[in-house]
């Protein structure tokens, strides 16, 4: 409920007005009591520009802590720790307005995009790690699914029956206590990842143990000695830096996907939509007091979107959601376009444009809202995959704070237009993944690196000979050769 860029009280901002000039009087207010003369407008902006994009910039700190941090606690114990971030900035933000202190708002956000930086990283590759890979998919779409619930949460908790009103806004920032007291309380339940404990730690009883845990079976042997293939192959290798990462031919292309795939999950133009949402209710007739709870769905279309991806993610595959999901984009971009120019011709043309608004958010959910988390974990093995994941997030965090930056002076110029660049992102991204992208479903993560080997032109030396013996087992034995080829069999097997 709390992992992603929009946080449920930045979907409340972003919607609500009311609440956005609740926040910039209590930021007059707080100024003239400290200082003693009254706030200037152009300051008064600039806070509330720090406010919003200080959680992208904390997220890109949470993101670079990653590594230090997971190679110590494991993938478990970072999560149970980042509840720390989290509790610390519920209790800032939800005090700073008693306290009439507007810079805990702001240090508040800055911690919380700490905690969403971490647990963006880390919770996919802990439910990569834990999950068999018939299943992995439909497991990491989990992360989505609770993200589009916890905006929905949001919504409905900014209501102004409940939580949104002039006295009681900050409680909203506060409710983020209760899913961390929740993970807090129900995490040590859980095992640690059985990759992290074998591959990392060499702990085999216990990689055994938490794989019975998980899947519910006494004979493991099977995921067992799928990781220790991976050990093998790595047993001389330690985690990767980010800049090995980077530099390594043989994940070239692994990187530029990702890097593309993080890029295109910000900049496809899905919060730039939140933008329009209450000029395009107003226009289709609906009263500015009924506006939030139409609004709520849009959280509901999230939440329905999302699960549907989770049942089908398996069947269909991460490769035709993914390019499907930004192609549709793509395309009622270009509608919404075109209906925002004419809206004022006709009176049942806004209510096209709310069609559109809902049709983008499904759109983005079913394949382009989860799936880049998933394949992060996918196409990198265990010594790389923490490199991979702050490279990830540190151009999942950079390119929402660009948006949150640039959209205005965009939306300025180009007005209705500027969702022509975002349909233009979203159709560059679809090329690249169509003729780029492999399928990962169902596939071990050695089966799609030798994907991948094949673009990048360079195969890892153990790979190299490994490919090289497969060859030769499965050339048929000349005569007087087989007791050769069985030892050699027989050999490899050990």
């Not at 700073?96 to 708002?105: D, K, V």
């Not at 009681?168 to 961390?180: C, K, N, Q, S």
């Not at 660009?402 to 991204?429: E, H, R």
């Not at 673009?455 to 090289?468: C, F, G, L, Q, T």
Request: aromatic share 12%; proline share 5%.
């Amino acid at each position: 409920m709390k992992a992603r860029e929009k946080d449920p009280a930045d979907d409340i901002e972003n919607d609500l007005e009311k609440k956005k000039l609740y926040i910039k009087a209590f930021y007059n207010e707080s100024w003239e009591r400290s200082r003693g003369h009254p706030v200037d407008s152009d300051t008064v902006t600039l806070l509330w520009s720090v406010t919003v994009s200080i959680f992208a910039l904390g997220g890109v700190v949470g993101t670079l802590m990653v590594k230090l941090i997971g190679k110590f606690l494991g993938r478990k114990y970072t999560l149970l720790v980042n509840n720390g971030f989290a509790i610390s900035a519920a209790l800032l933000m939800a005090f700073s307005l008693q306290a009439g202190a507007f810079e805990m708002l702001i240090v508040g956000r800055f911690i919380m995009g700490v905690d969403g930086g971490i647990a963006l990283s880390v919770l996919p590759m802990y439910l990569n790690e834990i999950s068999p890979k018939g299943i992995r998919g439909s497991v990491g779409q989990v992360t989505a699914i609770f993200i589009c619930i916890g905006v929905f949460t949001g919504q409905l908790l900014g209501l102004p029956e409940l939580l949104g009103k002039k006295s009681t806004w900050p409680y909203l920032f506060g409710v983020i206590v209760v899913p961390a007291f929740i993970q807090l309380v129900s995490l040590p339940f859980f095992p640690e990842s059985p990759r992290y404990l074998l591959l990392e730690k060499h702990d085999e009883t216990g990689a055994e143990k938490a794989f019975r845990t998980f899947l519910g079976k006494e004979n493991v042997s099977q995921e067992v000695a799928e990781v220790k293939e991976e050990a093998r192959e790595r047993r001389n290798i330690c985690l990767v830096s980010v800049l090995e990462l980077l530099r390594s031919p043989f994940v070239r292309w692994q990187v530029l996907t990702v890097i593309i795939t993080m890029a295109c999950y910000q900049l496809c133009g899905l919060n730039a939509i939140w933008f329009y949402t209450n000029s395009i209710f107003e226009a289709a007739g609906i009263a500015p007091e009924k506006i939030p709870y139409v609004t709520l769905s849009t959280g509901g279309i999230e939440i329905l979107a999302a699960i549907f991806s989770g049942l089908v993610i398996e069947r269909l595959g991460r490769r035709p959601l993914l390019i499907g999901g930004f192609g549709l984009m793509a395309l009622f971009f270009g509608i919404l376009t075109i209906t925002l120019t004419l809206q004022d011709h006709a009176s049942w043309i806004p209510y096209l444009s709310i069609m559109c608004i809902l049709a983008i958010i499904a759109s983005f959910c079913i394949g382009p809202g989860g799936i880049p988390f998933i394949l992060t974990g996918e196409l990198f093995r265990q010594s790389e995959r923490p490199a991979a994941f702050i490279i990830a997030g540190t151009v999942n965090w950079l390119s929402n704070f660009t948006v949150g930056f640039l959209f205005p002076f965009i939306q300025k110029s180009l007005d209705t237009y500027c969702f022509l660049v975002f349909a233009a992102i979203c159709i560059a991204g679809a090329v690249y993944f169509y003729f780029v992208l492999p399928e990962t479903k169902n596939r071990t993560h050695a089966e799609i690196r030798q994907d991948f080997a094949k673009r990048n032109k360079a195969y890892p030396p153990e790979e190299k000979i490994d490919s090289v013996l497969s060859d030769k087992i499965n050339r048929s034995p000349e005569p007087g050769s087989s007791s050769t080829l069985d030892n050699y069999t027989k050999n490899r097997i050990v």
